[in-house]
């Protein structure tokens, strides 16, 4: 009895360790920060980098200035595979000692074909059925595509009168709400650059510099926007910082799947679909 007990005592040593790691690996997922950066240049060219790190860049992704593929490290290792470069039909005769020339004279097709037509030409009359065919073709897209724009006018018009129904009004309302704090928290708290930009025409330029100014970012301090009512140029610098937490986003998931509208919002949009 007393082994049998042992063994129950080691295994339940082992489970509560396990346990322990579960906890301690979700609470740091739900509260240790995931840290985002992001760069944005233009001169001439637009180009973006950014990156997330989390827990001391144990898992990051990033994608520099001049890249184009997204990376993930994972401890500091880099995870994905390169891309092997494909051969091409040059290069494979290249590399067996015959030139491009000759293979592509030897397996292309003829120039001229049997009867001293030109390869391609098959020698047959257009058919009036066959050209019937096709304008009855056409006249289907097009009678389709009329079809179309008639069902996107309708399809706007159901949309707009579900929004105004009473019985999405609050869940409407209270998804706004939802996403207006969503952007509040996920803004970054560090923003610095600058942007002169000009359009080459006065009335576009002040148009363009009146948009601009309802974005909160546009008067952040460090932020300097200068706009040239003269002449048509774009040069921007800008580079931001900022933190959320995952905690955040599981409480508004569990917040909207427990709020009566938004669940009866969420079902209309199906029935609506």
């Known amino acids: 009895m007393t082994g049998l007990f042992a063994i129950l005592k080691v295994i339940g040593m082992i489970l509560l360790v396990l346990l322990g790691l579960l906890v301690f690996v979700c609470t740091a997922v739900l509260f240790i920060p995931v840290r985002y950066s992001v760069s944005c240049t233009a001169d001439g060219s637009v180009s973006l980098g950014f990156s997330a790190s989390w827990c001391l860049h144990i898992v990051k ?3 520099g200035m001049s890249e184009q ?3 993930l490290s994972l401890f500091g290792w880099k995870i994905g595979k390169k891309k092997k470069k494909k051969k091409t039909k040059k290069n494979e005769d290249a590399a067996r000692g015959r030139p491009a020339d000759e293979t592509a004279d030897a397996s292309g097709p003829d120039k001229l074909g049997d009867q001293g037509e030109p390869a391609g030409h098959s020698g ?3 058919d009036p059925d066959h050209q019937k065919t096709e ?11 009329r079809g179309k724009k008639s069902f996107s006018f309708e399809g706007i018009s159901s949309i707009i ?3 105004r129904d009473d019985d999405n009004k609050k869940g409407i309302q209270k998804i706004k ?6 952007f509040r928290y996920v803004k970054p708290s560090y923003v610095r650059g600058h942007v002169l930009f000009g359009t080459g025409d006065p009335c576009t330029t002040g148009w363009a510099l009146g948009m601009i100014s309802l974005i909160p970012a546009a008067y952040t301090e460090g932020v300097r926007i200068v706009p040239n009512f003269y002449e048509k140029e774009l040069d921007a ?3 931001a910082k900022g933190k959320v937490h995952l905690f ?17 919002l969420i079902a209309n949009v199906f029935n609506f679909v």
Do not use: C, P
Request: a positive charge; hydrophobic letters at 40%; charged letters at 40%.
């Open 237 to 239: 610098e800008i580079h």
């Open 124 to 126: 047959k009359r257009e």
């Open 248 to 264: 955040y986003f599981l409480r508004m998931f569990v917040r909207g799947y427990m709020d009566a509208d938004m669940k009866a």
């Open 135 to 145: 304008k009855k073709a056409k006249t289907h897209k097009r009678n389709r595509k």
């Open 177 to 182: 709400k939802e996403l207006f704090f969503l």
């Open 61 to 63: 992704l990033q994608k």
């Open 69 to 71: 593929d997204v990376q």
């Open 161 to 163: 009168s579900f929004i």
